[in-house]
């Protein structure tokens, strides 16, 4: 009998985890094992991406619920979830529990308490990401060995360590997605020091190659100077500082236009920063894609605005497909960028991006040195696949 492996994440929607979980997926030997997926919730932009021999398990009818109103699950006499809901909602507006807890944190009390112990026992079980598939695999999945993935910057993402030490004692492996985040985790968890590894994020160059070359890329008719940022509209992603750096560039007189792929809770907010900086025609948010490569292989330069990463994977596709990039500095950033060889790296702060793109767009040999780097840099990690394995061994 196959050995039986669990994955949990919270959903596949548009996100570096995710687009991760989808490559290390396919490119898992389903001879050798059986596979099921856990989700939160059953849906996202990578759904269709999942290879065929994944087992999808049923959400859970209480993560299901919090789509209805409360007025709906009380018409419905479902009166605990009205009761979970309610209190998730009160604890996360607690001034006091904000500043000591990450979200997740806040909200797994009251979530624990709907959810129930997954049926069967697993030979493996893999939370791909922290905070509640960490807490779920530690807590309602019955396997013989318990792994878990680190793909953030642990404490600059605001979890308490002290309520996360009880879940990391029950895992027998812990997998960081770079060595800053590495030496970042185990620093505030010191108990996970001699069971956490490394595994960097897979990129596949055969996949991403295929991906790119059937897909059309910008679908405009415009041939200045392309930007293109990637990732989810959220704080942490610095768009603020891109949309800043965007107007100090249209105001001297640049002929460029700056595309995002990407959506999530800033986007309003967002809009309303470009339309009061003035930059309705060249910070253009394209929304998502499955298939996001054509577009970045047509791109003349990446920019990653970001105030952390875990690894940054839309970095490693960047130059993977020789396109220049230009990163704002955090941690795990030096795990794969070597300033002025395959890019620059500024510092946070849209000034420092304005003139880092400034210098691309003008030092056309620097450019043209960076492409030259890029094309003969190592495409690829596929080698990683041996590491997971090992881990399952």
């Not at 094992?33 to 919730?41: C, E, G, K, S």
């Not at 398990?57 to 209805?68: D, K, V, Y």
């Not at 041939?223 to 989810?232: A, E, K, N």
């Not at 400034?358 to 492409?371: F, T």
Request: net charge positive; hydrophobic share 40%; proline share 3%.
């Amino acid at each position: 009998m196959k050995p039986k492996l669990l994955f949990v994440i919270d959903s596949l929607r548009s996100g570096g985890a995710e687009k991760s979980l989808i490559s290390l997926l396919s490119m898992l030997d389903f001879d050798t094992y059986d596979v099921d997926l856990f989700m939160f919730a059953n849906k996202g932009l990578y759904m269709p991406l999942l290879p065929k021999e994944i087992n999808v398990l049923e959400a859970p009818s209480f993560m299901n619920s919090q789509q209805h109103t409360l007025g709906y699950l009380i018409w419905h006499h479902n009166y605990k979830q009205c009761y979970l809901r309610v209190g998730a909602s009160l604890a996360l507006r607690n001034p006091c529990k904000k500043r000591k807890l990450h979200q997740a944190q806040i909200t797994w009390k009251w979530i624990r308490k709907g959810l129930e112990t997954l049926k069967g026992n697993y030979d493996i079980a893999i939370a791909y990401s922290q905070g509640h598939p960490t807490y779920f695999v530690a807590e309602k999945v019955r396997a013989r060995k318990k792994i878990c993935w680190i793909n953030t910057d642990y404490v600059f993402a605001g979890y308490s360590q002290s309520y996360d030490r009880k879940y990391y004692k029950q895992f027998d492996n812990v997998v960081a997605v770079s060595d800053s985040n590495k030496a970042v985790f185990t620093r505030a968890m010191p108990i996970a020091q001699k069971k956490t590894i490394v595994m960097y994020d897979l990129i596949s160059p055969a996949f991403i190659y295929s991906m790119a070359s059937h897909q059309k890329g910008y679908q405009d008719d415009y041939q200045g100077f392309r930007i293109l940022t990637i990732g989810r509209l959220v704080d942490v992603k610095g768009y603020d500082l891109a949309i800043k750096a965007c107007s100090k560039l249209k105001k001297a007189g640049f002929d460029f236009k700056w595309y995002v792929i990407g959506e999530g809770p800033m986007k309003s907010k967002l809009k309303t920063m470009i339309q009061a900086y003035h930059v309705e025609d060249t910070f253009i948010l394209l929304g998502t894609f499955q298939n996001p490569y054509a577009i970045l292989q047509e791109s003349d330069l990446y920019v990653q605005s970001s105030r952390y990463e875990g690894y940054g994977l839309a970095i490693a596709e960047a130059r993977l497909l020789n396109v220049p990039v230009i990163t704002t500095r955090f941690d795990a950033v030096y795990d794969q960028m070597i300033d002025k060889k395959n890019g620059l790296i500024v510092d946070l702060h849209e000034n420092a991006l304005y003139n880092g793109i400034v210098e691309l767009m003008h030092n056309h040999e620097l450019r043209s040195n960076i492409v030259d780097y890029l094309k003969k840099e190592k495409k690829g990690n596929m080698e990683e696949m041996n590491t997971f394995y090992q881990l399952l061994s």
